[in-house]
């Protein structure tokens, strides 16, 4: 490493104001301090991380802690389609593992080279330094999206997450809303038919390479439709189901969830509210299903509550989407209310939205716009309770 830094060093002069490559200063920027730790402070606005490491190496750890979630979406799409072909009992391990693969780093690569390409154009354009959100933010789209969604549909949904969801507040650290979900609701709204329905779940359906009578349909599709699935408890908690790459396995996600807590990058307050407004919401439905007014609906309020959290993208949303830093609330009281609400909205418009049965995304994106307000009254209540306070001292003096 040392003769790497030594090189990197000698470039220097050369994209330092006055060197002939001094407009790239933000791309040499970028790469150095990937590499090595910086050596400047935190600058005054945006995301500040107050330890001994920098932004990059906090990015590094969520995506380190989304790496089993990868994993398993790589061999599950490959599982999904030779189940769908009718071909388990001939492939390997393997097989699945690479026929994945082949359909996921094509979208890790447009991601990231859409991403990261306007990330280090609009460095280059205002002349400042390179953004360092996009890493994580880059690896969660395509986890987030369906395993047949058209390259050039994700790359889109990448520039608006990008341009409209980051950009146009101020970059890294200034967003309202998290940009990965940004992503994922464009593609929702401007391609609903590569969004929804059973055949963007699985690769190769849409190709019409699927046995005749199967159906890809996701649990959560299952229930808003039927009232009812198919698939076990342990099979959803596990992963072996239809549903977007990184999203199915419960167990892959709660390992990340696991590192990001050990590692103090993840807020477990945010996790565990989230749990227990989804656990809620889910019991008030259980009490109340009898009132239902579609055999469909009674079917899907009658699940027990604690399948809600291995069901679709909810433990996926609570831990990597819920949890981030600069859209997620900021005071300590203030996360607890922050996650019990997404987790209760998520459940009640997973049953009442049968078009969009997926409710963690939109419980997610409605509180990261409200996350500034619970601050504001949690730090208002805080000061009026410090200056009552003040108030009686003064008296009894």
Same mark, same amino acid.
Do not use: C
């Given at each position: 490493?040392?003769?790497?830094?030594?090189?990197?060093?000698?470039?220097?002069?050369?994209?330092?104001?006055?060197?002939?490559?001094?407009?790239?200063?933000?791309?040499?920027?970028?790469?150095?301090?990937?590499?090595?730790?910086?050596?400047?402070?935190?600058?005054?606005?945006?995301?500040?991380?107050?330890?001994?490491?920098?932004?990059?190496?906090?990015?590094?750890?969520?995506?380190?802690?989304? %790496?089993?979630?990868? &994993?398993? /979406?790589?061999?599950?799409? @490959? *599982?999904?389609?030779?189940? +769908?072909? #009718?071909? $388990?009992?001939?492939?390997?391990?393997?097989?699945?593992?690479?026929?994945?693969?082949?359909?996921?780093?094509?979208?890790?690569?447009?991601?990231?080279?859409?991403?990261?390409?306007?990330?280090?154009?609009?460095?280059?354009?205002?002349?400042?330094?390179?953004?360092?959100?996009?890493?994580?933010?880059?690896?969660?789209?395509?986890?987030?999206?369906?395993?047949?969604?058209?390259?050039?549909?994700?790359?889109?949904?990448?520039?608006?997450?990008?341009?409209?969801?980051?950009?146009?507040?101020?970059?890294?650290?200034?967003?309202?809303?998290?940009?990965?979900?940004?992503?994922?609701?464009?593609?929702?709204?401007?391609?609903?038919?590569?969004?929804?329905?059973?055949?963007?779940? %699985?690769?190769?359906? &849409?190709? /019409?390479?699927?046995?005749? @009578? *199967?159906?890809?349909?996701? +649990?959560? #599709?299952? $229930?808003?439709?039927?009232?009812?699935?198919?698939?076990?408890?342990?099979?959803?908690?596990?992963?072996?189901?239809?549903?977007?790459?990184?999203?199915?396995?419960?167990?892959?996600?709660?390992?990340?969830?696991?590192?990001?807590?050990?590692?103090?990058?993840?807020?477990?307050?945010?996790?565990?509210?989230?749990?227990?407004?989804?656990?809620?919401?889910?019991?008030?439905?259980?009490?109340?299903?009898?009132?239902?007014?579609?055999?469909?609906?009674?079917?899907?309020?009658?699940?027990?509550?604690?399948?809600?959290?291995?069901?679709?993208?909810?433990?996926?949303?609570?831990?990597?989407?819920?949890?981030?830093?600069?859209?997620?609330?900021?005071?300590?009281?203030?996360?607890? %209310?922050?996650?019990? &609400?997404? /987790?209760?909205?998520?459940?009640?418009?997973?049953?009442?939205?049968?078009?969009?049965?997926?409710?963690?995304?939109?419980?997610?994106?409605?509180?990261?716009?409200?996350?500034?307000?619970?601050?504001?009254?949690?730090?208002?209540?805080?000061?009026?309770?410090?200056?009552?306070?003040?108030?009686?001292?003064?008296?009894?003096?």
């Amino acid at each position: 490493m040392k003769a790497i830094q030594n090189f990197m060093d000698s470039l220097r002069p050369q994209f330092e104001k006055g060197g002939k490559l001094h407009k790239y200063w933000p791309a040499y920027d970028a790469f150095y301090t990937f590499l090595f730790v910086p050596g400047h402070t935190t600058p005054a606005r945006g995301a500040h991380i107050r330890d001994g490491i920098d932004l990059k190496r906090t990015m590094f750890t969520v995506i380190v802690a989304l %790496i089993p979630a990868l &994993l398993f /979406g790589m061999y599950n799409a @490959g *599982y999904q389609h030779f189940k +769908a072909a #009718g071909m $388990l009992e001939v492939v390997t391990f393997w097989d699945m593992f690479l026929y994945g693969a082949t359909k996921i780093i094509p979208m890790l690569i447009v991601s990231y080279g859409v991403g990261l390409g306007i990330e280090f154009g609009m460095a280059i354009v205002k002349g400042h330094q390179i953004n360092e959100g996009y890493l994580v933010t880059g690896m969660l789209i395509p986890l987030i999206m369906p395993i047949d969604i058209p390259l050039w549909m994700l790359a889109i949904s990448v520039v608006f997450a990008v341009v409209i969801g980051k950009e146009v507040f101020g970059g890294t650290g200034m967003n309202i809303l998290n940009p990965a979900l940004t992503a994922r609701v464009f593609a929702f709204f401007a391609y609903p038919s590569y969004m929804s329905g059973e055949k963007v779940w %699985i690769g190769g359906m &849409l190709k /019409g390479e699927a046995v005749d @009578g *199967y159906s890809g349909a996701t +649990a959560l #599709g299952d $229930l808003a439709t039927t009232g009812k699935t198919d698939f076990s408890a342990i099979d959803m908690f596990l992963g072996f189901i239809p549903g977007s790459v990184g999203e199915t396995s419960t167990l892959a996600i709660l390992i990340g969830a696991v590192i990001l807590i050990a590692t103090g990058v993840g807020s477990w307050k945010i996790m565990l509210s989230g749990v227990l407004g989804a656990l809620t919401m889910g019991l008030i439905f259980n009490a109340v299903s009898s009132a239902a007014i579609t055999p469909e609906m009674k079917g899907f309020m009658s699940i027990p509550a604690w399948q809600h959290l291995i069901m679709g993208g909810f433990a996926f949303g609570i831990v990597f989407m819920a949890t981030d830093p600069v859209s997620a609330a900021q005071t300590e009281k203030g996360k607890w %209310i922050y996650g019990f &609400l997404i /987790g209760f909205f998520a459940i009640m418009i997973r049953v009442f939205n049968p078009a969009y049965p997926e409710g963690i995304m939109l419980a997610i994106l409605l509180m990261n716009v409200f996350a500034p307000l619970i601050d504001h009254y949690v730090v208002e209540a805080n000061i009026k309770k410090r200056m009552k306070r003040m108030k009686l001292q003064t008296v009894k003096a």
